[in-house]
């Protein structure tokens, strides 16, 4: 069972920077890591948890998109707040097994939130005995106060760094393009605060129980994630 040390993590933050071409460093390594975790998942589903982490930056405006309306009928428009573009940040993350989601909004992602989150994450789990967590590399997952206090606290969670600007290697990507899909292409709640904040919680709600539609939709289900994205030449 692969254990993250503090040495595994000072790599992390050497790699974390080094950017650079594909293969980047350590992409093997760190998915082979990922789909060992996946294959103990499948074997022991009760005490091995493998869920996908990711954060979604929200703001008031609504995003654009085409949008339907009946013959005749003014078109919807995406209006503008006249004021400041608030900003709030989802933290989510997608069970590998199931395809439930657990998320929650935060007006920013502090390493203190980050912290209390996996709390939150690590109580819906009381049953696993290690619960992986793959997430990229982004400065609060890697900040050198996250491992001491995962360990302080006797933690299950073991982190699972994902390759360096690899997004397709994390699934909860795509539960955020159902995000904006769903609730801020050209929401109607520009002008008040409170409703916004209202339908998101409506949102993490409904994709909170298990859905075999959601891996699907996400390539866990078929492990099609893992896959670098295909890279088309174009002669002119």
Known sequence: M???????????????????????????????????AY????????????LYLDEHLVGRYPTVARCYSSTGAPGMQARQYAGYNSMLRIVGCLDAASGAVIAKRYGSVTVGNFLKFLQIVEAQYPDAEVIY?????????????????????????????????????????????????????????WAKWQPWRLRIDDWIAQVRPPSQAMLQATGVASL????PPAITHFNF
Request: hydrophobic content about 40%.
């Open 39 to 50: 294959q103990q998942m499948q074997q022991d589903p009760t005490h091995v948890v493998l």
């Open 133 to 189: 967590l793959a997430l990229d590399n982004w400065t609060v997952h890697v900040n050198e106060r996250v491992l001491p206090a995962l360990q302080a606290r006797q933690s299950k969670i073991q982190l699972l760094f994902q390759p360096t600007y690899a997004p397709w290697t994390n699934p909860m990507e795509k539960v955020w393009l159902r995000f904006t899909q769903d609730v801020s292409h050209m929401h109607p709640h």
């Open 224 to 227: 099609s994630y893992l896959a």
């Open 2 to 36: 692969y254990q993250p040390t503090a040495q595994a993590h000072a790599c992390q933050l050497q790699t974390r920077t080094a950017g650079g071409a594909f293969p980047r460093p350590l992409y093997d390594v760190k998915l082979a890591r990922i789909r060992a």
